[in-house]
T-cell receptor, first 111, second 116 residues
Framework: DAKTTQPTSMDCAEGRAANLPCNHS???????VYWYRQIHSQGPQYIIH???NNETNEMASLIITEDRKSSTLILPHATLRDTAVYYC????????????FGQGTRLTINP | GAVVSQHPSRVICKSGTSVKIECRSL??????MFWYRQFPKQSLMLMAT?????????EQGVEKDKFLINHASLTLSTLTVTSAHPEDSSFYIC????????????FGQGTRLTVV
């Protein structure tokens, strides 16, 4: 699976949009971009995933660049409960492939 | 979304004893489950891939005789930490996948194991 690079930590004010970047310059054509987050002492929670088109769901939006070498997760109106470690993972689409977690970005939402 | 239940959420055991952790997919059949371990302030580290009805596949460096994995049904996988030692104290997390391509994995809430 392709390697991803994320900033170690970020801060965002409550109510503002949180934009979390991820670089995956070696991504292959059949690899999807997945985002998970982990709130302290809990299991990871799925947020969103995409291949090449931008995606949006009730939690977040995912913007993937045209060359697919990077992406941005957007939390449109961050709340204190969004404080967590956010993981960007790329993996192939076939079957039940394992997720390899990097260090992620520790996002702190400040009041 | 789908629910994965992990039990127990916390366990304290004495050094030398064995501990079993259960991972259940509550509303879908999980052909594949994954077991992870997470030490404080570190990321999740994959330990093994558990396939229903076959032997688990362990990641390099993970002792298969110490971390016994059983996936006897499509909704249950168990991880047994045998002869536990204090260095085995960690946060153990399972995830389940339905086997369909391009779908997300669902994670249990984790098990905090403390070996004293």
């Amino acid at each position: 699976d392709a390697k991803t690079t994320q900033p170690t930590s970020m801060d965002c004010a409550e109510g503002r949009a949180a934009n979390l970047p991820c670089n995956h310059s070696t991504i292959s054509g059949n690899e999807y971009v997945y985002w998970y987050r982990q709130i302290h002492s809990q299991g990871p929670q799925y947020i969103i995933h995409g291949l090449k088109n931008n995606e949006t769901n009730e939690m977040a939006s995912l913007i993937i660049t045209e060359d697919r070498k990077s992406s941005t997760l957007i939390l449109p109106h961050a709340t204190l409960r969004d404080t967590a470690v956010y993981y960007c993972i790329v993996r192939v689409s076939q079957g039940a492939q394992k997720l390899v977690f990097g260090q992620g970005t520790r996002l702190t939402i400040n009041p | 979304g789908a629910v994965v239940s992990q039990h127990p959420s916390r366990v304290i055991c004495k050094s030398g004893t064995s501990v079993k952790i259960e991972c259940r997919s509550l509303d879908f059949q999980a052909t594949t489950m994954f077991w992870y371990r997470q030490f404080p302030k570190q990321s999740l580290m994959l330990m093994a891939t558990s396939n229903e009805g076959s032997k688990a596949t362990y990641e390099q460096g993970v002792e298969k005789d110490k971390f016994l994995i059983n996936h006897a049904s499509l909704t249950l996988s168990t991880l047994t930490v045998t002869s536990a030692h204090p260095e085995d104290s960690s946060f153990y997390i399972c995830s389940a996948h339905s086997g369909t391509s391009n779908t997300e994995a669902f994670f249990g809430q984790g098990t905090r194991l403390t070996v004293v």
